[in-house]
Structures are given as structure tokens and as C-alpha cells.
């Protein structure tokens, strides 16, 4: 172990200095398999609409972008870094397919504001039948709804991730003014304090899935439920996590 750490690190030393194809070519043939994991944890959620292999393509990309611009003589280790650009290239690429039919979009644009509504009309969160009654649906539709936006919200979560990761501000351009700075931590705290203010079981799911990086059926054991009921779960935290968010943006 202490071996291939020295190794990489020599290695990074030398790319460092001589930024030769051959030397770029080693670090990416050391980090694939790091590229491969992300893309089977992330391939569930849109394995309708992208595979294996275009995944493993735009990872790929991410990486050999992540070792281009890694900056070594900045605290962070890479890890960290390559997996975000790992993980963008491949939400650029998805969000690209335009794959959610604009009657799905209005359909959850409803029932976001729907639970807005009734949350603060009752004080409250309001149950699932609740928000079917008032959209005059019943909650088995509902339901089917929910699950069928898991895709949409987990890339729009990631896009949060993206845009408020500390790990990725701290590789950033050295010219980044005081005030994109505080953009940034203003994001990381809204985002920290709103996943905080979900109920239980939701900020469980968002914990696990995000920050644990369980995938929904390893949380569905943990929590002893159906995998789609995971994936409802799931998909409510981030249509509130979405509109706070934009709340918060506005003001």
C-alpha cells in the first residue's frame, strides 16, 4: 500500500513537470477502476436512457479532464476532485438526451407546488393522499409519478453538488474573487441547513444516497421498505430540497 501511494505520487511529480501523453495515459490507467465504480452506482438511474458504455466513455473524459487541471500543490486530494468531473461530465452528457417528455416536467412541477401549498396552508407536511386529493389525482397515479422523476432529481441534486461541492471550489482558479467565494459557502450552508430540515426518513435517504453513496436497493434493506418506495421517498426530498433551493436563490 505505502508502496503504490509512493508510486503515484512520484508519478504525479513527474506529470507535473514533463505533462507528457505517456505519463497522462499511467494516471488514468490508475484511476478506471475508480471511474468504473462511479458509473455502476450511477447507471440505475438512468440505465433507460444511457448505457454502460457511453457512461464509461464520458467518465473517462472527467477523468482525463480532472488530471489536466489538478493543481498539486493545493491541499485536496484528487480523489476527491476526479470524482466530481467525473460524475459532471457524465450529468452534461444525460442532461443532453432531453429525456423526460414536457407532460412529465408539468406533471411535477404540479406536485412540487402542491406540496408547497398545502404546506403552508396546513403547517405541515402534507401526506401523499393529501396532495393527490388536491391535484385530482389518486395516490396510486401519484405515486407512479414520483418514481418515474427519480432520474430528473438525482441529476438535479448532482447539478447542486456540482455548483456548491467544497471539494471541487477548492481546485479552483486561484482568481476567483472573495465575493464567488462567499456565493459558494452561502450555497454549501442553504444546502447543508435545507437537507438538515427534512423529515426523518427523507433526510435518511438523501444522507445515504448522496453522502454514503448506497445505492436505493442497499437502502431499502437498511430502512426495511421496497425499493420504490425508496425511490418516492427520495424523489419528494429533492422536489422540496428543488424549491427551497430556488426560494433561497430568489431572495
Request: hydrophobic letters at 35%; aromatic letters at 10%; charged letters at 35%.
Amino acid at each position: 500500500m505505502f508502496k503504490e501511494d509512493a508510486n503515484i505520487e512520484g508519478l504525479w511529480e513527474r506529470y507535473s513537470k514533463e505533462r507528457t501523453l505517456e505519463l497522462k495515459n499511467k494516471l488514468v490507467l490508475h484511476y478506471i477502476d475508480r471511474v468504473k465504480s462511479i458509473v455502476l452506482r450511477m447507471i440505475p438511474n438512468y440505465k433507460a436512457y444511457s448505457n454502460y458504455d457511453d457512461m464509461l466513455s464520458c467518465g473517462i473524459l472527467g477523468l482525463m479532464d480532472a488530471i489536466e487541471k489538478f493543481d498539486t500543490t493545493r491541499h485536496v486530494k484528487f480523489e476527491y476532485y476526479a470524482t466530481m468531473r467525473i460524475k459532471g461530465e457524465i450529468i452534461d452528457y444525460i442532461r443532453k438526451q432531453d429525456w423526460a417528455p414536457s407532460s412529465l416536467r408539468r406533471k411535477l412541477k404540479n406536485i412540487s407546488n402542491a406540496y408547497s401549498e398545502l404546506e403552508n396552508r396546513l403547517h405541515r407536511e402534507p401526506t401523499d393522499e393529501e396532495v393527490a386529493e388536491y391535484l385530482g389525482m389518486d395516490e396510486e397515479d401519484l405515486q407512479k409519478t414520483l418514481e418515474k422523476s427519480q432520474m430528473f432529481n438525482v441529476l438535479y441534486f448532482e447539478e447542486i453538488a456540482q455548483a456548491a461541492h467544497p471539494w471541487e471550489n477548492s481546485v479552483q482558479d486561484r482568481s476567483e474573487t472573495m465575493e464567488e467565494k462567499m456565493e459558494t459557502n452561502e450555497m454549501v450552508r442553504t444546502l447543508e441547513n435545507i437537507i438538515d430540515a427534512l423529515p426523518e426518513k427523507e433526510k435518511l435517504v438523501v444522507t445515504l444516497y448522496y453522502y454514503e453513496e448506497m445505492t436505493l436497493k442497499e437502502i431499502a434493506q437498511v430502512m426495511n421498505v421496497s425499493e420504490s418506495r425508496v425511490s418516492q421517498i427520495h424523489s419528494k426530498a429533492v422536489m422540496k430540497l428543488r424549491k427551497k433551493m430556488q426560494l433561497a436563490q430568489a431572495y
